[in-house]
């Protein structure tokens, strides 16, 4: 399979956890003793928080960039970015290598648009939630009309994703607040609710949620390996 890179360290436990899903769906797609070809750049996840406290978007594409740089010349064949959020900057990206960058929102606006989903809640920072950079893709892409919860809700939501997932901190308190957020989503009309914070997982399950969950880390992942495996075998039957 082709060599994925990922961008990674925003923050160090979901990129974890990217790992962990990456090899798990090659393992799954070509079985035996496989995993996933990739390369993992993790950045410092304190200087990339405190521009983002700043507004400092551009210094943020800037070492975005640089870092889907060191990847494509390390070999990757793909870059991914393990995390929402920064997507704002994902032009950046795309604008500084050769090779493909898959954006997180397409495999998840994609499953989506399969499952016959036309409204859906959105959990995720307060940058994801409140800016246009991921609901607007989401709704000129794939005609998806995305609810975010009211403010007190999305200062708790942004919350305890800094303050304690960041930090791998997991709290059923916690757990109980996205419930009750994800359960006024779903009263408001949301037909299912994407976990558009790749640590989310870590705190919410299918099992823990009224409405379907779409869960951004684990169907990029997929979507990543997907094209790894595909690409390669497409360039195999080319070269015979």
């Known amino acids: 399979m082709k060599t994925i890179g990922i961008i990674g360290g925003m923050s160090w436990e979901s990129s974890v956890e990217y790992y962990r899903l990456l090899n798990r769906y090659a393992k799954a797609r070509l079985g035996g003793h496989h995993n996933a070809r990739n390369l993992l750049l993790t950045v410092d996840f304190a ?21 889907a740089r060191q990847l494509e010349r390390g070999g990757a064949d793909l870059v991914i970015l393990a995390t929402n959020t920064m997507h704002k ?20 606006g994609s499953a989506l648009r399969a499952a016959g989903i036309e409204r859906v809640g ?45 930090h791998g901190v997991v709290h059923e308190e916690s757990r109980r607040v996205y419930q009750r ?4 989503l779903a009263a408001r009309g949301a037909q299912a ?4 914070c790749t640590e989310i997982t870590l705190l919410i399950k ?6 379907p969950v779409f869960d951004t880390a684990a169907l990029h ?3 990543a390996v997907d094209w790894a ?12």
């Open 221 to 223: 992942a997929q979507a």
């Open 122 to 166: 959105l959990l995720g920072t307060r940058y994801t939630m409140e800016q246009a950079f991921y609901t607007g893709r989401l709704a000129e892409r794939y005609a998806l009309e995305t609810l975010t919860p009211n403010e007190a809700d999305r200062a708790d939501v942004h919350r305890i994703i800094f303050d304690e997932l960041c």
């Open 206 to 211: 299918p099992e823990h949620a009224v409405l």
């Open 47 to 67: 200087e990339v928080e405190a521009h983002q406290r700043a507004g400092d978007w551009a210094a943020l594409g800037t070492q975005m960039a640089a870092a």
């Open 89 to 108: 900057v994902y032009e950046s990206i795309e604008q500084a290598v050769a090779v493909p960058f898959l954006h997180i929102a397409d495999p998840t």
């Open 193 to 196: 609710v994407i976990l558009g």
């Open 181 to 184: 957020v994800i359960a006024e």
């Open 229 to 240: 495996i595909e690409a390669d075998r497409q360039g195999a039957a080319a070269a015979d």
